[in-house]
Nanobody
Framework: QVQLAESGGGLVQAGGSLRLSCAAS????????MGWFRQAPGKEREFVAT??????YYTDSVKGRFTISRDNAKNMVYLQMNSLKPEDTAVYYC????????????????WGQGTQVTVSA
């Protein structure tokens, strides 16, 4: 059984920073794909960032502000979020797949429970 657990969310002012963490247990994903998604109230869950074998990809709205990284030895994935904007407010989800890197949420097999990020104006 694979489990993903996010942490690090909270309330921050616009322009501030947060670092989200995702702890994976049950199996290792050192060779797999890890991703971050987010869901704002009343909206669909959307892709934010993905990482596989050192290669990363971001949605346009976070490029230059967010950075995805991983520590395989600790089975951890991180999302460093800088220059936060009110429109970044959402529940952020960590996801994993043994497949190739993808922005499509349907290809991710494992999901965390989410962590709330609120950015005030």
């Amino acid at each position: 059984q694979v489990q993903l657990a996010e942490s690090g969310g909270g309330l921050v002012q616009a322009g501030g920073s947060l670092r989200l963490s995702c702890a994976a247990s049950g199996r290792t994903f050192s060779s797999g794909t890890m991703g971050w998604f987010r869901q704002a109230p009343g909206k669909e869950r959307e892709f934010v960032a993905t990482m596989r074998s050192g290669s990363t990809y971001y949605t346009d709205s976070v490029k230059g502000r967010f950075t995805i990284s991983r520590d395989n030895a600790k089975n951890m994935v991180y999302l460093q979020m800088n220059s936060l904007k009110p429109e970044d407010t959402a529940v952020y989800y960590c996801a994993a797949t043994v497949g190739t890197a993808t922005i499509l949420r349907k290809h991710y097999n494992y999901w965390g429970q989410g962590t709330q990020v609120t950015v005030s104006a």
